[in-house]
């Protein structure tokens, strides 16, 4: 891709945001799960160590005051443990990403054909509903493991979760995803096209289709790059002036939303079509735009449950920085400056 970005820039942008995110006072769940996953790949695209030895000293100190326990959502924390396990070797952080797996496989709520259910606390929130969260807190996280301890059942239940998620999430006439999906009713429930969900899946895909070594040999993964593919045709051409895009996609009025627009550039960037440049480049421009001298992220909306209605979307707040919106942004930004690398 041809963008227009100087690395230098880019490398102070990611260390201020990195240095807000972690004097945030984050916890292990999800929202910290996303931030440090950001962490993670910015210690891996820029090499500072400071950044892998910010996110030991975190997470080593968790462990000490006593960890909560898991969900869906908090697996999102098992992506910091993946990136630390690899670059320290240390056997604390093998045991716990293993203990997620187990609740994964074991423990967690599932439905129908073993899809995970979305789950944010011990009790049975929202029955037999898969949302497209699931995939950034969960299913990207166990394809992680399963090829870093080269475990294909690990692999295969991760792909599982892909395809069944696009099966029920993906609407095959727009190419856009909802929110999510209710196996009781069948539905869609409101059925609004969210622009965080759709990014929870673009980014995930992208992922899946760079990190897992000969790709081709698994069937989902023709699944994956289909739907990824008619994902971005159809959200490319949604993007507002600004170079943002707004909360719900299809609603020209829906303000612009920054952790979305983050996640669905650095999904761009990682499929690697050329013909995105000029998508992406506005897409860096309006985050940038976004980003204080101190590295918070701005116009990120809060938590957002699957929504009654469009003005329920509208009406939740961005006043305050968020951990997924540190995570998705310093996703993008990483994404971008491995381009100038390559």
């Known amino acids: 891709?041809?963008?227009?970005?100087?690395?230098?820039?880019l490398k102070q942008t990611i260390a201020n945001v990195v240095d807000y995110t972690f004097g945030m006072d984050l916890t292990w769940d999800w929202p910290g799960g996303v931030a440090f996953y950001g962490v993670g790949r910015a210690f891996?695209?820029?090499?500072?160590?400071?950044?892998?030895?910010?996110?030991?000293?975190?997470c080593d100190e968790y462990i000490e005051v006593g960890l909560p326990v898991w969900t869906v959502n908090a697996c999102a924390m098992g992506h910091m443990l993946v990136t630390l396990y690899e670059h320290t070797g240390e056997q604390k952080y093998l045991d716990l990403i293993m203990s997620k797996v187990e609740y994964l496989e074991h423990r967690a709520l599932r439905f129908g054909d073993r899809v995970l259910q979305h789950t944010v606390s011990a009790k049975n929130d929202f029955p037999e509903q898969a949302w497209a969260d699931t995939l950034f807190m969960a299913a990207y996280f166990l394809l992680r493991v399963g090829i870093k301890l080269n475990e294909k059942r690990l692999i295969d239940d991760a792909l599982h979760q892909f395809f069944w998620h696009i099966n029920y999430l993906q609407d095959e006439n727009t190419g856009l995803w909802y929110h999510g999906y209710n196996n009781i009713k069948k539905d869609h429930m409101s059925g609004i096209y969210w622009a965080r969900a759709n990014a929870w899946a673009a980014y995930t895909m992208s992922r899946a289709a760079k990190v897992l070594p000969e790709a081709y040999l698994y069937p989902p993964m023709m699944h994956i790059w289909s739907s990824l593919r008619d994902q971005l045709a159809a959200i490319k051409k949604l993007q507002k002036e600004d170079g943002l895009w707004g909360t719900v996609l299809?609603?020209?009025?829906?303000?612009?939303?920054?952790?979305?627009?983050?996640?669905?550039g650095a999904a761009m960037v990682t499929q690697g079509n050329p013909l995105h440049s000029k998508y992406v480049?506005?897409?860096?421009?309006?985050?940038?735009?976004?980003?204080?001298?101190?590295?918070?992220?701005?116009?990120?909306?809060?938590?957002?449950?699957?929504?009654?209605?469009?003005?329920?979307?509208?009406?939740?707040?961005?006043?305050?920085?968020q951990g997924w919106g540190q995570g998705l942004t310093l996703a993008f930004l990483t994404s971008v400056l491995e381009t100038t690398k390559e």
Do not use: C
Request: no cysteine; proline share 2%.
């Open 1 to 9: 891709m041809k963008l227009q970005i100087q690395p230098t820039e």
């Open 44 to 58: 891996e695209v820029t090499g500072e160590q400071a950044y892998l030895e910010r996110m030991a000293a975190w």
């Open 250 to 264: 299809d609603f020209p009025e829906a303000y612009g939303e920054v952790s979305a627009t983050a996640g669905i």
């Open 281 to 321: 480049q506005k897409a860096l421009d309006g985050v940038l735009a976004n980003i204080t001298e101190h590295g918070r992220v701005l116009n990120v909306s809060g938590g957002t449950a699957v929504m009654n209605d469009i003005q329920g979307y509208l009406g939740i707040d961005r006043k305050w920085a």
